[in-house]
């Protein structure tokens, strides 16, 4: 999946925490990044299919111009554990929803 990204970000103002993906709006990872931070985002993760693991967030199916807002919920994203394939990794959640940012962390 070329060009699908994922972030998971936090707006101070809002007290407010994000996970958002983009699926062919953006060649580079550091782009997506980009917009949001100039929107006053501040990044927690950033990552491309190839580094995460879904989590309980499927991927999107089809390529668009649009990002698409995955997880919304007041304060900080949370950093806990999650299982996957009988091994622990770091996790982050938003809300109900829970992916790992990096499978090569343990």
């Known amino acids: 999946m070329e060009n699908y990204f994922r972030i998971t970000g ?9 996970i958002i993906d983009s699926y062919g709006a953006y060649k580079k990872l550091w782009q997506f990044s980009a917009v949001l931070i100039a929107k006053g985002c501040r990044i927690i993760e950033v990552a491309n ?8 967030i499927p991927k999107l199916e089809k390529p668009s111009t ?3 807002l995955r ?8 950093h806990t554990t999650y299982e996957f394939n009988g091994m622990t990794y770091k996790a ?3 809300s109900d929803k829970t992916y790992i940012p990096d499978k090569n962390r343990i």
Do not use: R, W, Y
């Open 71 to 78: 997880a919304t919920a007041e304060g900080e994203p949370i």
């Open 10 to 18: 936090f707006i101070p103002e809002k007290n407010l925490s994000f």
């Open 49 to 56: 299919s190839e580094k995460f693991i879904d989590g309980n």
């Open 92 to 94: 982050i959640q938003v």
């Open 66 to 68: 649009k990002m698409v």
